[in-house]
């Protein structure tokens, strides 16, 4: 096999665009709870979208141990920590979401979800003795050091190495 199957293409690329929309939605919510003005809605809809790149990465996990991969490209340093960088992004992939439900369960957010009472939710540094907020936040900051060395590296294949190796995580079969 040379190509990623179809369907560890579509999860990739899918999970890339719902973590842009996790991100901004996550953001904007920060800012509304420093603002004190935060919605139950804010974090319904942040955490359905964060909730389905923690399904997304299982369905993807389990479509890894079924289609396989294509073999490594090399065997050498680089290729070792691509590879590396891989595994870590997995892990991410299930921390991220999962810290942030966590942060539901420890702070008033879960309280206020259930009995539909918005007064309830966290106010301006109410999140500061939440460790799995701070988690939850480290996380998003590795997550976008590693998706940015994980892409100055495919750009490195594309346009120094030019070995194609983007073709490899593309829909269209060579
Ligand atoms: C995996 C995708 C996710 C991403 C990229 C993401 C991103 C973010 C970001 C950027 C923030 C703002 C952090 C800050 O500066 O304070 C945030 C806050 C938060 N996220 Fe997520 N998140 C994700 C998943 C989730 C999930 C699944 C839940 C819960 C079901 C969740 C719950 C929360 C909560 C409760 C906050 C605190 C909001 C606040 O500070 O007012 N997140 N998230
Ligand atoms: C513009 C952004 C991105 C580009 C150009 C890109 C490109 C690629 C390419 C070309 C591969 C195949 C590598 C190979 O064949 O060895 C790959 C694999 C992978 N990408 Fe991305 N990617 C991007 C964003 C992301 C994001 C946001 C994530 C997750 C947070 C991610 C996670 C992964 C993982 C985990 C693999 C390894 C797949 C496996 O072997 O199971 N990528 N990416």
Redesign the pocket.
Known sequence: MTQ?SKR?VIV?WL??VL?FAAWYLGDTLSDATDESRATLAGYIVHGLVGGAVLLLTVA?LFF?GKDG??P??GQGLMDKV?KGV?HF??L??FLLPVSGMMTIINSSVGRALLSGDASLLPKKDDFEQVFTHSVHETMVTV?IV??AV??LG?IK?QFVVKDG??E??MLRRK
């Open positions: 990623y560890m990739h999970t890339l973590l993807r890894r991969t294509p490594a490209v691509a891989h992004l997995y991410v992939l997550l590693l998706v994980h892409v495919a294949h190796l983007l490899r995580m």
